[in-house]
């Protein structure tokens, strides 16, 4: 961690203690530990594994070192057994889901390679087989999938069905004469892409497929598929009928074998299925315990959100790490002089800097508590605590709104701190062009960011739905009447303009009433709230058309459903954050983080000024208010902006990045100490500026003394 060479007290890291790291604003080890949330404990032992050399990732390493390297790296966490916590106790785990996944997410410290690499092996192949297997396929692949001696592939995405998992193409025939199933690729379309470990080092693989038996197709199911052996001469060979291809370089990632797979009329037994959802007994005959396709499809695929909460988590871990080296590279570098021709001023101390990074701080930290939550929840299903399938939804839903949220975090912080940082931050060394070329994908793994929110879109109008079905005549009436009676209030100009009239009274009234966490609430909430009644109203019609014009309907209305949806993720993520406040003992901690919640929930209101202005729910003044509320809160935040980013945890061993150490401001002390001593000595040049400003006053002055 480093000093701010503006500040007179010091930063400190999250693991000093206490009471020597509570400074005049912000206890950093309490708030680190609250940042690292019930799982701390194992999340600083994850990121600890940073501090091992050989766990962290080489920059500029060519692809195929790259690969082994990473390889290697994954066998040593799965002899170190630091993946397993998920899994049951007689299996080697602990029976801690949300335990595995908090670690999991600091695994994006040492090398997000290796992460993916771990996420394909442990959170997708194995937790495939462990989810939707039995307790028989458990005892058969499950040994192997953990300790890395049966590295796997999750072959699910297809070259023409990417999100569209229902539409796989790829096929699963029963064949009762010899008991078995025939996967087969009928068409190019069909191949397996983007599959870790299936280049090289997969030697099964978990295949989803359309399962037909007897000539009825029973949907999309999930098959053990051996793909490789390893031959006479000790290397691994494809088995008869199963081809593979090498994706290449990527744009990132390059530490993961990605490839292509597809299959020529293989054979596997019957009992490769897995079975849990969905079972073909010896004479072809299908059974499920779960009557209706769809909802045995959704249960099925919801049994691997892990990989989207996972994601999700991964995206704040990086977004910390971005801003930890670029907020700490801007309290040491100075550009250009200010007030005093002899000093440069701080980049962190130019409102334009602030502006750039402090509202992405206050997005991280609103991220990083609902982050918490949606751990909470995660372990909560998967460890059947609460295990219901309103659980469950409630589950899909809040990860698809979370991921797309916190992917794309990720990205923005790592470029505007690439930017934030010059020439420095372009350097690999300083690790931010390394880590936005391997985050880039992230918004695509587990469902492009835009359909999980189409999905959250559908989610809301479903709600939305069932709330006027439980209205009665009565009741109905009423809704119409509250509706009419917002239209009133929001579409006319008395409220607007009674509004306007307040606000001209006082504007310092006007800031402090939107610096209320009920007045930031109600914004926030009314926005999500109208956008999905005027979605639902819209598609109304819908009911009776066609099915083609209900699409076309529905096409007509979906950027504006996707960004309902990004509004509802928002308000979750701003109600998360002032969840936490109370939970924050040191009264002067919780003073500082609730300015940095109240700069995220102003900036969103700031960001969607034109929403509120046009649906009349702020005035004109008021809207002027909100950017220059906006600007005071940057600068009440800027004295803690150290401080705020060193309770992240993340010292010179996690973020490895030279511009995140003293280096700089040991560079800014030599050459001020440099100046220091010429003028002293008397050997600084003159400035010829100088000289001709003095000539010119001397020159001014002599005909008035005449």
């Not at 490789?228 to 390059?254: F, M, Y």
């Not at 940095?596 to 649906?615: F, H, K, S």
């Amino acid at each position: 961690m480093v000093t701010s060479t503006l500040e007179p007290t010091t930063s400190h890291s999250a693991t000093t203690p206490a009471s020597a790291a509570a400074t005049d604003g912000v206890d950093v080890a309490a708030l680190g530990k609250a940042l690292d949330g019930r799982w701390w404990q194992v999340r600083r032992a994850a990121r600890d594994l940073a501090s091992d050399p050989a766990l962290q990732k080489i920059e500029g390493l060519p692809m195929a070192e790259h690969r082994e390297r990473v390889l290697e790296q994954a066998k040593v966490l799965a002899a170190r057994g630091v993946v397993h916590r998920a899994y049951p106790t007689e299996l080697g785990g602990s029976d801690d889901p949300g335990g595995n996944l908090a670690g999991f997410e600091e695994l994006a410290v040492l090398d997000p390679s290796l992460q993916i690499k771990g996420g394909v092996q442990w959170g997708l192949f194995g937790s495939a087989i462990l989810h939707l297997g039995t307790a028989e396929h458990h005892r058969r692949w499950l040994p192997g999938a953990l300790d890395l001696t049966l590295p796997g592939v999750f072959a699910m995405t297809e070259v023409g069905h990417g999100s569209d998992v229902a539409s796989l193409a790829t096929t699963a025939t029963y064949d009762p004469a010899t008991e078995e199933f025939v996967i087969h690729t009928p068409t190019t379309a069909a191949r397996k892409e983007y599959l870790g470990n299936a280049a090289l080092h997969g030697v099964a693989a978990v295949v989803f497929a359309q399962l037909i038996t007897g000539g009825v197709n029973h949907g999309v199911h999930a098959f053990f598929v051996p793909v490789r052996e390893t031959g006479p001469d000790g290397q691994l060979h494809l088995l008869p009928g199963v081809g593979a291809s090498d994706d290449g370089l990527k744009g990132g990632l390059n530490g993961v074998d990605n490839g292509r797979l597809w299959f020529d009329h293989v054979r596997v037994p019957r009992t490769n299925l897995l079975s849990r959802y969905g079972d073909v007994a010896p004479d072809g005959t299908y059974s499920s315990p779960i009557a209706s396709p769809g909802r045995r499809f959704f249960t099925m695929l919801g049994t691997l959100v892990q990989g989207r909460v996972s994601l999700s988590g991964a995206g704040v871990v990086v977004a910390k790490m971005a801003l930890a080296i670029a907020i700490s590279y801007g309290n040491q570098r100075r550009q250009f002089t200010g007030g005093d021709d002899r000093e440069e001023v701080v980049l962190m101390d130019y409102q334009q800097h602030q502006r750039r990074l402090l509202p992405l701080l206050a997005r991280t930290y609103a991220a990083a508590f609902a982050q918490h939550e949606l751990l909470d929840r995660f372990h909560d299903v998967f460890s059947g605590a609460h295990d219901t399938d309103e659980d469950r939804q409630d589950l899909e839903t809040l990860a698809a709104a979370a991921k797309p949220l916190n992917t794309w975090l990720a990205l923005q912080t790592l470029q505007e701190a690439r930017e934030a940082s010059g020439g420095a931050g372009f350097m690999a060394e300083n690790r931010l062009v390394g880590l936005r070329q391997d985050m880039d994908v992230y918004v695509t793994f587990e469902g492009d960011n835009n359909v999980l929110l189409q999905l959250v879109g559908k989610r809301l109008l479903t709600d939305y739905g069932r709330g006027l079905a439980k209205i009665d005549i009565a009741g109905a009436a009423r809704y119409v009447a509250a509706r009419a009676a917002d239209m009133t209030l929001h579409r006319t100009p008395l409220r607007r303009a009674a509004q306007s009239i307040r606000d001209t009274g006082s504007r310092a009234r006007s800031a402090g009433h939107l610096r209320a966490a009920d007045t930031q609430r109600e914004l926030l909430e009314d926005r999500v709230e109208a956008m999905v009644a005027e979605i639902a109203t819209a598609l109304r019609p819908a009911r009776d058309a066609s099915p083609a014009q209900a699409a076309d309907l529905f096409n007509a209305h979906q950027h504006a459903l996707i960004e309902a949806a990004r509004a509802h993720a928002e308000l979750l993520q701003w109600e998360a954050f002032t969840a936490a406040l109370p939970t924050i003992r040191d009264e002067r901690t919780r003073e500082v983080l609730t300015t940095v919640r109240d700069l995220y929930g102003l900036t969103l209101i700031e960001q969607n000024l034109a929403w509120y202005l046009m649906n009349g729910r702020i005035s004109a003044q008021r809207a002027k208010t909100v950017t220059s509320y906006v600007d005071r809160l940057l600068a009440r935040l800027r004295p803690h902006a150290q401080d705020l980013v060193d309770a992240f945890g993340y010292g010179p061993e996690h973020l490895r990045a030279t511009i995140a150490t003293d280096v700089e401001a040991e560079r800014q002390r030599e050459a001020r100490e440099y100046a220091r001593r010429q003028r002293a000595a008397g050997l600084e040049p003159v400035n010829e500026k100088e000289l001709r400003a003095n000539a010119e006053r001397a020159g001014a002055a002599a005909p008035a003394a005449g």
